[in-house]
């Protein structure tokens, strides 16, 4: 049997074991969310309030921004508090001064220790007991609960809809005033905020952990690590020693086959087709998206350290946080796609050097497509933000809430459709290569089965409803997050670049295309059932844990053997003369592999352990992993595949190399400067103080406002300026490209005449 036929056999069991249990544990977290009461009562049956006024609230939360205001369950921004574990200290506080006042003592922390040790089990005993009744779907609380309950309500309307009092600590947060603006909402809002809560704290029937799996970490109210968390922690790391090992035997097992580079560029000989030639539009957009997108990460890291202010002006008053964070997040997929599925558009027709039928027209289509949903749903964001819209009208066309699929239902399902449409565009050119039985089939079906793999997962985001539990909805989300962006992406990258390389004569594509199977089977089998280790504490069942820490631990093993690829592709570049021209774009493939170490596995795997994420989850440590891996892997893959196509449509210029030198040394220095100076030391400190306090601690003002903290923050400046001024490089590269190419079209038409 062909080593091709084996490979293809072990892909096809990886994928479909992986997706099985992925959907039956999808299964048992549908039967095991935290429960949302139909009513919510106190002891004597009075109603306080219902299961429609917490999912209302759910809505409310969403309009004005949900997952970029602050966190729930520790996945959203960093700036404001976690909601819950805001929300939980307060009312054990709460509940702790009202004893200790009982007692005799001014409040809880005047009390002896003793006595605070006798109130911590009397307030864990009440909180933390299970009190749904499922057979009537009622949620029974003690009047003194309900009593916290209408004290913080009051205290968060006065911090979302302007009280004079919170003013400083509004600005702390980048909340602007009345960023809730109807009371109903804010009074749906706290609802929501109780329920969300209460999974916290509240134990599971028959258990002893809470629904999330007793996060977020607080002593007060019993909130302490499990032994499984330490338990599958340990389990993590013998996996990744024991696969990484296994990948060590493969890869000194397997030599690389040496190739001669041919003398001339092979690419400079493949005919331009008027499709591909249209493709060059895409570039021009992602060239201002990508500018567009850093200016709004300039504006969403300052407000850190200045509020609601830029530099004194009053900038949330048009562009809140919410809002710029929005966007910041929602124009890297953009931007990143778009380069993608640009670069496959052009890769297409190049394989026969002809169009089908229509093609061009389906590329300017598509381009028309991209540019209505990237403004349209911008402007629905800022809509709902701005809380012009209603509960579904926002959930339509404004702001859904979730992190990087934020954009409402009706521009998701357009975006879904654009991508079948490039689907059909990418299959089309390729029907004549698999009819005439090329050699290239095995790296073509690979190919093609991650571009339909990133059509199909999209439709993952349309899987939750604008009312659906919200450990449903996240279980959803990240089939969105990991699998579509984090694992068929990954796919597609890899293919993408073996597909160049091979095109170019500098690689064997026997070797290559086994080499791409092989790399593929890896990150799944690791990647898919990986997707977990986001669920640990979204009111998942235990199994969750247990299985995202075994397989997101095998997600990093591909990535330990990562600078054998970097080395690889820098002897590559230096093969022949004529490379000389593919320097920057090679660099850039170099780059990923960097990012892809650092970012994704080292800043990663920081996180990804049970017990790290315990105490990490929704601090800056997952910002730094946010930002080397998402940029530092995908945004510079994007730029590498850009400067490739724009070699071959401006085959006949000569470059710039000291522009786009400077560019790329910029964006890698200021991103690992941002990294190091700032973004990691602040998630390091977070983190101890989350251990030593509890995740409530390092989230508060109390804590981020420090003078140290502030110091921090404000060193990102160094590396957000070097990064920045890369981008802005970029940029000029390409639109110089443009206008040198006109130059050279208008000599070329004097000299005929």
């Known amino acids: 049997m062909k080593t091709e036929k084996k490979l293809w056999i072990v892909f096809a069991l990886v994928v479909g074991i992986s997706f099985a249990v992925l959907g039956y544990y999808g299964y048992e977290i549908y039967q095991q969310a935290p429960p949302i009461p139909e009513t919510v009562v106190n002891e004597d049956g009075t109603v306080l309030f219902t299961g429609q006024d917490i999912r209302d609230g759910q809505n409310a939360w969403q309009s004005m921004g949900g997952q970029e205001v602050g966190s729930i369950w520790g996945h959203g921004a960093y700036l404001a508090p976690d909601w819950t574990a805001d929300w939980l200290h307060r009312e054990a506080l709460f509940f702790l001064n009202g004893m200790a006042s009982e007692e005799g003592f001014t409040d809880y922390e005047s009390a002896p220790a003793e006595t605070q040790a006798a109130l911590r089990v009397r307030l864990q005993q009440e909180i933390r007991e299970n009190t749904f009744d499922p057979g009537t779907k009622t949620l029974t609380i003690s009047a003194t609960r309900y009593e916290a309950f209408q004290t913080l309500s009051d205290y968060y309307k006065g911090l979302f809809m302007g009280g004079e009092e919170l003013e400083e600590l509004r600005n702390y947060y980048s909340i602007p005033e009345n960023a809730i603006r109807d009371p109903q909402r804010m009074e749906d809002m706290n609802a929501f905020f109780f329920w969300a809560s209460w999974a916290c704290v509240t134990e599971r029937p028959g258990d002893d952990i809470s629904y999330t799996h007793n996060w977020p970490s607080d002593e007060l109210i019993g909130n302490k690590a499990t032994g499984d968390l330490l338990l599958w922690t340990g389990f993590s790391v013998i996996m990744l020693l024991f696969g990484t090992g296994v990948l060590v035997f493969y890869h000194a097992k397997n030599k690389e086959e040496e190739v001669d580079a041919p003398q001339e560029d092979p690419l400079m000989q493949q005919n331009i087709t008027p499709s591909m030639r249209a493709v060059e539009k895409y570039f021009w957009i992602v060239n201002l998206l990508i500018l567009v997108q850093v200016m709004m990460g300039v504006i969403t890291a ?171 909805a996240e279980y959803w989300r990240w089939w969105v997050v990991h699998l579509w962006v984090e694992g068929f992406f990954e796919v597609f990258a890899t293919v993408v670049a073996a597909f160049l390389f091979t095109r170019m004569g500098l690689l064997q594509i026997r070797s290559a295309s086994t080499a791409v199977i092989f790399a593929t089977v890896i990150f799944l089998a690791g990647g898919i059932l990986g997707t977990f280790h986001h669920l640990y504490f979204t009111g998942t069942p235990k199994a969750v844990m247990a299985l995202g820490a075994t397989f997101s631990a095998l997600e990093v093993v591909p990535l330990v053997l990562i600078g054998f690829e970097a080395f690889h592709n820098y002897r590559l570049s230096k093969s022949t003369e004529w490379l000389k021209d593919y320097k920057w774009p090679i660099y850039c493939l170099i780059s990923v592999s960097f990012w892809n170490f650092l970012g994704a596995g080292i800043f990663g795997f920081l996180i990804n352990p049970p017990i790290a994420l315990y105490y990490m989850q929704g601090l800056n440590t997952t910002a730094l992993h946010g930002h080397t891996a998402l940029f530092g892997v995908y945004g510079m893959l994007g730029i590498g595949l850009i400067l490739f196509v724009l070699r071959s449509l401006y085959r006949n210029q000569k470059w710039n190399n000291k522009l786009i030198g400077f560019s790329f040394w910029s964006i890698n220095i200021g991103l690992m400067l941002m990294a190091l100076l700032s973004v990691l030391p602040v998630g390091l400190l977070q983190t101890v103080a989350s251990v030593n306090e509890g995740m409530w601690y390092a989230r508060s003002a109390e804590f981020l406002q420090q003078p140290l903290m502030n110091t921090l923050r404000w060193l990102r400046v160094i590396g957000d300026t070097i990064f920045a001024i890369g981008i802005i490089a970029l940029f000029v590269f390409v639109i110089n490209l443009f206008y040198d190419k006109k130059k050279m079209k208008a000599t070329e038409s004097d000299l005929i005449k």
């Open 302 to 472: 300052h407000y850190g350290v200045e509020g609601n202010l830029l530099y004194g002006f009053p900038l949330a008053e048009i562009l809140p946080y919410a809002v710029s964070r929005t966007w910041h997040v929602q124009l890297a997929i953009y931007w990143i796609a778009t380069a993608w599925l640009a670069t496959g558009l052009f890769i297409g027709p190049s394989l026969t050097g002809k169009d089908p039928k229509f093609q061009k027209i389906g590329v300017n289509v598509l381009f028309v497509a991209l540019l209505v949903i990237v403004v349209g749903s911008m402007a629905g964001q800022w809509m709902g933000i701005m809380q012009k819209m209603g509960y579904t009208e926002n959930f339509w066309f404004g702001h859904q809430g979730y992190e990087y699929v934020g954009l409402g239902r009706f521009w998701q399902a357009f975006l879904l459709i654009g991508l079948f449409i490039w689907l059909a565009l990418m299959i089309r050119p390729m029907i004549p290569v698999f009819k005439s039985k090329s050699n290239e089939k095995h790296l073509l079906t690979m190919f093609l089965i991650s571009c339909a793999a990133i059509a199909l997962f999209f439709a993952a985001g349309l899987m939750w409803g604008r009312q659906t539990n919200l450990a449903i």
